[in-house]
């Protein structure tokens, strides 16, 4: 989590080379499940002008999770809106169908669920195959050693902190240890992905969150309700 900037300075006839040393801050990605879908061009608004550096957005089918919320057509409408990227985070069943129609409406990263597919592998390849991020979801109920073979291909694992969903859940504070353990095991096989964290993240948890490590923090409720306290 540490970077390094080097400078190197001209000053009275002698160069300087100035060291600094730093640590990288977490992208907040903002979930549109929050917002008032009446108006979805002042969400974003509001995302790019409160440090939003990604646009989490929630598809869920009505089977791999009760409720239905929006699909392509929707993604297509926003992606004009703004030049953020987008996080689409599938929560449906068989997302190996919806892959090539996300990456087509303007999605930059896919993630879908390990526990909804018996493909993960070559859902991860179909994702790259459209030139998109590829991410694989987990719910509190699945352990990080079932992705143990994807660490590797995996562009960012999304650790779901609440069951997947709903907004404006309890954060599940054993959930949070997997982002360390995911930390761990990055650090010493040298993998690149990046551990997002997903579900009950305000101004509460955040610290919490932050300090585990994770890369990418998505926040709702929170975020919408102008309580978060991101800084
Ligand atoms: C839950 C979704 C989350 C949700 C988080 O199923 O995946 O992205 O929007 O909402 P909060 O931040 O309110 O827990
Ligand atoms: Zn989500």
Request: charged share 20%; with cysteine.
């Amino acid at each position: 989590d540490l970077y390094y900037i080097l400078y190197l300075i001209y000053c009275k006839n002698a160069y300087y080379l100035i060291f600094f040393k730093g640590m990288k801050s977490p992208m907040l990605a903002p979930s549109l499940l929050s917002a008032d879908f009446g108006n979805l061009e002042k969400a974003i608004k509001q995302i790019e002008e409160n440090n939003g550096s990604v646009v989490h957005i929630d598809v869920m089918d009505g089977q791999f999770v009760p409720e239905i919320t929006y699909g392509q057509p929707i993604v297509r409408s926003i992606r004009k809106l703004t030049k953020l990227p987008f996080d689409v985070h599938l929560m449906v069943d068989n997302p190996e169908q919806q892959i090539e129609s996300f990456a087509k409406a303007g999605a930059d990263w896919i993630d879908f669920h390990l526990e909804a597919t018996n493909h993960a592998h070559r859902l991860i390849q179909m994702i790259h195959d459209f030139g998109k991020k590829a991410g694989v979801a987990i719910c509190p109920g699945t352990p990080i050693s079932a992705l143990s073979e994807l660490l590797e291909s995996a562009d960012i694992i999304l650790v779901m902190t609440v069951n997947p969903g709903w907004g404006g859940q309890k954060i599940i504070p054993s959930c949070v240890k997997k982002v360390v353990d995911l930390k761990n095991i990055r650090q010493k096989k040298g993998y690149k992905f990046l551990i997002g964290v997903d579900g009950g993240v305000n101004s509460e948890t955040l610290a919490y969150v932050k300090d585990a490590g994770a890369d990418v923090i998505v926040s709702g409720s929170a975020f919408f309700n102008n309580t978060l306290n991101w800084s």
